[in-house]
T-cell receptor
Framework: GAGVSQTPSNKVTEKGKYVELRCDPI?????LYWYRQSLGQGPEFLIY????????DSGLPNDRFFAVRPEGSVSTLKIQRTERGDSAVYLC???????????????FGPGTRLTVL | AQSVSQHNHHVILSEAASLELGCNYS??????LFWYVQYPGQHLQLLLK??????LVKGIKGFEAEFIKSKFSFNLRKPSVQWSDTAEYFC????????????FGSGTQLTVLP
């Protein structure tokens, strides 16, 4: 079946602008995660959804970042008043479950490369 | 805070050489452990995972990893690397409990010379 998809693959914006990044998880996966990967680093957790609700948003760096998953499938990460430091690859992952078993395995999408000029 | 350390940032090997990439984590409780690989121009792919049971885990493409609880380690091994193994390798840990996210190491870039 299809994997996790993310759009756009690349986004270039100007400082201060608003951006939306979309994630379409694997069909049937109830858990969805957003990570951010800066150059030379591993992915860092941003937010986790179980169904429609944000179960853990402790990784969001500040209140300019917000994510939604209104119908429990597609998720949108929203960044307001973008700053140059927001430039990174934003990764989405999904898993079938989240209960500490093999169904927890997270599968990653290709990412959106965000560049803030 | 939990951390994951990958001590080798860049490893260069010739084809047929043996590989071992180190991964250590700091969390003392029960964990799930993963190795992901990112080939050039591709997205992160799962290489292997450990949840419970046999601490020696076999993954795809001839890779294996051993969980040594007393050393908080989950090192990745392959007896004979190929040029196509050139990629970046990430170790990730998930602690069981309320947190569901993965904590990643900073990655190891493996270059295999033909």
């Amino acid at each position: 079946g299809a994997g996790v998809s993310q759009t756009p693959s690349n986004k270039v914006t100007e400082k201060g602008k608003y951006v939306e990044l979309r994630c379409d998880p694997i069909s049937g996966h109830t858990a969805l995660y957003w990570y951010r990967q800066s150059l030379g680093q591993g992915p860092e957790f941003l937010i986790y959804f179980q169904g429609t609700g944000a179960a853990d948003d402790s990784g969001l760096p500040n209140d300019r970042f917000f994510a939604v998953r209104p119908e429990g499938s597609v998720s949108t990460l929203k960044i307001q008043r973008t700053e140059r430091g927001d430039s990174a690859v934003y990764l989405c992952a999904s898993s079938l479950g989240s209960g500490g078993t093999s169904t927890d395995t997270q599968y990653f999408g290709p990412g959106t490369r965000l560049t803030v000029l | 805070a939990q951390s994951v350390s990958q001590h080798n940032h860049h490893v260069i090997l010739s084809e047929a050489a043996s590989l071992e990439l180190g991964c250590n984590y700091s969390y003392g409780g029960t964990v799930n452990l993963f190795w992901y690989v990112q080939y050039p121009g591709q997205h992160l792919q799962l290489l292997l995972k450990y949840f419970s049971g046999d601490p020696l885990v076999k993954g795809i493409k001839g890779f294996e990893a051993e969980f040594i609880k007393s050393k908080f380690s989950f090192n990745l091994r392959k007896p004979s690397v190929q040029w196509s193994d050139t990629a970046e390798y990430f170790c990730a840990v998930k602690r069981l409990g309320s947190a569901r996210q993965l904590t990643f190491g900073s990655g190891t870039q493996l270059t295999v010379l033909p």
